[in-house]
């Protein structure tokens, strides 16, 4: 799409059909999902697709050790990740949502520090990620030292097909096979589709 239309900007309505079609996209799948889940044997603490008793940290560790994996495929470096806050609090929840959204801001920290510090993998700052719960919510905090957005940026970061990562290749090598493998950014969908999750259920994501 960005190449056909030689933008990474689009327009409004392009961008608010994209929300709806991914909120779209979003249910039917968590519909399908929970009818499934519920016609099989029971899973002890679910209900179909949601965990009664869901645990954010383990959550977690599970999304930042695939964006770990990610990472060192990526730059052989990878900062640390620590996780804070209320570890212990269950809530319930569908856990691949969370998975998703925190997979997506963890890569883009790793990435943003690895870049800013150096590929060397010596002393890296680490990702900072806080769990808190409230009396009516729960919130997550994934913050870094990865040199921050740049000003010009910011109206353009939850825009469809922006990115401030380089845009990977699609193009195989030879017609005959693909040597394509998960980018850690440079598609411009991640955050965009993160906050589709976030506020599937009523929440949202917002970049400070």
């Known amino acids: 799409l960005k190449e056909t239309l030689r933008t990474d900007v689009l327009g409004e309505g392009v961008h608010n059909f994209l929300d709806r079609f991914y909120l779209s996209r979003i249910a039917i799948r968590l519909m399908i999902g929970h009818h499934l889940m519920l016609m099989d044997p029971p899973k002890p603490g679910?209900?179909?697709?949601?965990?009664?008793?869901c645990s954010p940290r383990e959550v977690i560790e599970d999304a930042v050790a695939n964006?770990?994996?990610?990472c060192l495929e990526q730059y052989q470096a990878c900062p640390p990740v620590n996780i804070t806050g209320d570890l212990h609090c269950v809530f319930p929840y569908i856990p691949g949502h969370i998975n998703h959204m925190?997979?997506?801001?963890?890569?883009?920290?790793?990435r943003a520090v690895v870049e800013t510090h150096g590929l060397e993998g010596k002393n890296?700052?680490?990702?900072?990620?806080?769990?808190?719960?409230?009396?009516?919510?729960?919130?997550?905090?994934?913050?870094?030292?990865?040199?921050?957005?740049?000003?010009?940026?910011?109206?353009?970061?939850?825009?469809?097909?922006?990115t401030t990562g380089t845009a990977p290749?699609?193009?195989p090598e030879t017609p005959y096979e693909s040597t394509f493998a998960?980018?850690?950014?440079?598609?411009?969908?991640?955050?965009?589709?993160?906050?589709?999750?976030?506020?599937f259920f009523g929440g949202d994501l917002q970049v400070v």
């Open 46 to 53: 679910h209900v179909g697709m949601i965990m009664t008793d």
């Open 67 to 70: 964006a770990t994996q990610l």
């Open 102 to 110: 925190i997979f997506e801001l963890a890569k883009n920290s790793m």
């Open 124 to 162: 890296l700052p680490p990702v900072n990620i806080m769990i808190a719960e409230g009396n009516e919510d729960v919130s997550f905090r994934v913050s870094d030292m990865g040199g921050g957005i740049a000003r010009s940026a910011w109206p353009k970061l939850f825009t469809y097909l922006f």
């Open 169 to 171: 290749s699609l193009q």
């Open 182 to 199: 998960a980018p850690m950014s440079g598609f411009g969908y991640g955050l965009n589709l993160a906050r589709c999750y976030a506020r």
